[in-house]
Every structure is written in structure tokens, then in C-alpha cells.
């Protein structure tokens, strides 16, 4: 497609389940970002990456959190045990270039536990 | 390590005034600044970057900002607003990759 995808758009799930948020960048971006968002509140950075590695895990806040990128193409952010702190909205962006390219957002995925 | 501050939650101004939304960053190094924009519901979308050459950087919308490297400040500016450029402003920052962004500013335009 011609922008970032994201899925699903919106997730409920219940307190303890596994969760598995996916994102397809813009064809070509070398790197990709993943942030959260809660209600009225700004973007927290999770990680990103360069190619399919994670220069920068500094963001994800608890070991429950984890992201993959393969083929320099998709990302899955998954979060396992989810916690009701977890409901945000978690955005991802790519890039054609990590420090002077402009990211390009998806949608987000809407996140609730319930 | 990088930061970037908006000093204002909520900007208030009138349709067809002035509008100016406020960024100050503190990066080593060289900054790369940016603008987004996100409207109730919507990801981000890009408005204008600086990464180097002239200090006035015009961006969609009609949108433009300034870079003052003494003041270390990249403020948004609109010479007249629009009751449609009501929406969250996030100003961010770059060095090294990673993108830092401002907790964003409410800018709300009256009719």
C-alpha cells in the first residue's frame, strides 16, 4: 500500500492475554518506529529500528513488551500478561532515513484491557 | 541525550489572527526539527522539517517555522489561522536516530 499499515485497528482484550499489534511500513523505509499513546497524553517511544535491528529498546517499559522486525518490512509489537495501564493507542512510523526523513504514522491500533 | 519542550498545553486564538506555537529542544549535536500535526482520531502527519540551510522552513497548510539556534527554539507559525487548524501540534527532534517528541499543544481556533 501507499502508507503505513497498521492492525488491528482496534483490539479489546482481557487482563492477562497476549497481544500481538502488527505494522507494514512504506516499501522502502529502512526505519521504523513504535510509540504509545494514552488518552489526551503525548507520544512515548517504545524502540525503533534500523534495518531489522533495535538500535534503541530504551522506551519499552516493562519486559512484558517486545518487538520484531523480519525482512526489513513488518514489525509485531507484542505484549504479553497485558495490564489495564496498557490501553493506549500504540502508533508506528517509518522512515527513509532514521535521522532526516520525516516518519510516516499509521492509523495506530486501539488498545483496551478490559 | 535529546528533549524537546512545549511550554504551552492549550494555545486559544481567534479566526484569522495569528497563530504561533512554541518548541524548545536541547539535543547534541546537530537537531533535526520537526512538525506534526494530529487531528481527533487520526495518526500524525508531517507539517515541515528543518535539518540545515535556511533558518525560515515553510510547510503545508500554510504553516511555516523558524529555527533560532542562540535560543535553541523552533516555534510553528500560521500569519492567519483557520477554525480547521484546531487540532494537537507535537513538535519533535532528532540526532541520532531516535525521534523525541513534545508533549504536544492543543490548538484550539474560534469562529
Known amino acids: 500500500g501507499a502508507g503505513v499499515s497498521q492492525s488491528p485497528s482496534n483490539k479489546v482484550t482481557e487482563k492477562g492475554k497476549d497481544v500481538e499489534l502488527r505494522c507494514d511500513p512504506i516499501?522502502?523505509?529502512?526505519?521504523l518506529y513504535w510509540y504509545r499513546q494514552r488518552l489526551g497524553q503525548g507520544l512515548e517511544f517504545l524502540i525503533y529500528?534500523?534495518?531489522?535491528?533495535?538500535?534503541?529498546k530504551s522506551g519499552l517499559p516493562s519486559d512484558r513488551f517486545s518487538a520484531e522486525r523480519t525482512g526489513e518490512s513488518v514489525s509485531t509489537l507484542t505484549i504479553q500478561r497485558t495490564q489495564q495501564e496498557d490501553s493506549a493507542v500504540y502508533l508506528c512510523?517509518?522512515?527513509?532515513?532514521?535521522?532526516?526523513?520525516?516518519?510516516?504514522f499509521g492509523e495506530g491500533s486501539r488498545l483496551t484491557v478490559l | 541525550a535529546q528533549s524537546v519542550a512545549q511550554p504551552e498545553d492549550q494555545v486559544n486564538v481567534a479566526e484569522g489572527n495569528p497563530l504561533t506555537v512554541k518548541c524548545t529542544y536541547s539535543?547534541?549535536?546537530?537537531?533535526?526539527l520537526f512538525w506534526y500535526v494530529q487531528y481527533p482520531n487520526r495518526g500524525l502527519q508531517f507539517l515541515l522539517k528543518?535539518?540545515?540551510?535556511?533558518?525560515l522552513v515553510k510547510g503545508s497548510y500554510g504553516f511555516e517555522a523558524e529555527f533560532n539556534k542562540s535560543q535553541t527554539s523552533f516555534h510553528l507559525k500560521k500569519p492567519s489561522a483557520l477554525v480547521s487548524d484546531s487540532a494537537l501540534y507535537f513538535c519533535?527532534?532528532?540526532?541520532?536516530?531516535?525521534?523525541?517528541f513534545g508533549a504536544g499543544t492543543q490548538v484550539v481556533v474560534t469562529p
Open positions: 512510523a517509518s522512515s527513509s532515513h532514521s535521522s532526516t526523513g520525516e516518519l510516516f
Open positions: 516499501s522502502g523505509h529502512t526505519a
Open positions: 529500528f534500523q534495518g531489522n535491528s533495535a538500535p534503541d
Open positions: 539535543v547534541s549535536g546537530n537537531p533535526y
Open positions: 528543518y535539518i540545515t540551510g535556511d533558518n
Open positions: 519533535a527532534v532528532t540526532s541520532w536516530g531516535k525521534f523525541q
